[in-house]
Structures are given as structure tokens and as C-alpha cells.
């Protein structure tokens, strides 16, 4: 029953992702700027940008998933978990939270 509905969406985040990890930093960005997207930030921070778009419109484009209906608020709260871990570090690595700063949007004036 492979490539069925979420099987499929799925795989084409794969590949996606994959694509994605394969570029480089220039083409990173005019893949943003092409879509509308912000194009500042570091490479990883664009590399996961344009990775949550295309999850984003993968999940969202029916694929048999029935979406709600959008909801809106005034601000919203970005936190970001930075952990000890590095590429080494062994697959039962205790990982520790060492900062959680945390960013209030206001959406209004995203």
C-alpha cells in the first residue's frame, strides 16, 4: 500500500529534504526569494525555512488530510531548545537543554 496518500506525501518530503540539504547557501536563498520567503539567516536557518514551506504545502495540499480552518492570533511565542549534541555523540547520548530563548512575534506586524 505504498505510495498512498500520506506514504506519498511523505516520500516527496524526503526527496524534498533531500534536495534541499544538497544545495548550497546561494541557492538556498533564491529558492526563498523565489517563493517570497525571508532570506536572511545562516545556512541552516534557510535550509529549515524553505524545508517547513514545502511541509507546510506537502500537508496542506489535501493528500487526504482534512485541514481546520485557520486560526488567528495577535502574538505568538517562538522558543527555540538549544541542546548539547554534536555529529559524534553516540545514538543513547543523554542530551541536556542548555538555553531556551524564547521570541515574541506580534502577527500584525510580521
Do not use: W
Request: charged fraction near 30%; proline fraction near 5%; hydrophobic fraction near 35%.
Amino acid at each position: 500500500a505504498g505510495g498512498r496518500g500520506g506514504d506519498g506525501v511523505l516520500r516527496e518530503l524526503s526527496l524534498a529534504n533531500g534536495q534541499i540539504n544538497r544545495m548550497n547557501k546561494e541557492e538556498v536563498r533564491q529558492k526563498l526569494q523565489e517563493l517570497h520567503l525571508e532570506t536572511r539567516g545562516v545556512k541552516e536557518v534557510l535550509k529549515k525555512r524553505l524545508k517547513s514551506y514545502y511541509k507546510k504545502q506537502k500537508l496542506s495540499s489535501g493528500a487526504g488530510v482534512k485541514s481546520l480552518p485557520p486560526e488567528r492570533y495577535d502574538f505568538l511565542l517562538v522558543i527555540d531548545f538549544e541542546a548539547t549534541c554534536m555529529e559524534e555523540n553516540p545514538p543513547d547520548f543523554q542530551h541536556e537543554i542548555i538555553e531556551f530563548p524564547i521570541l515574541l512575534v506580534n502577527t500584525e506586524t510580521l
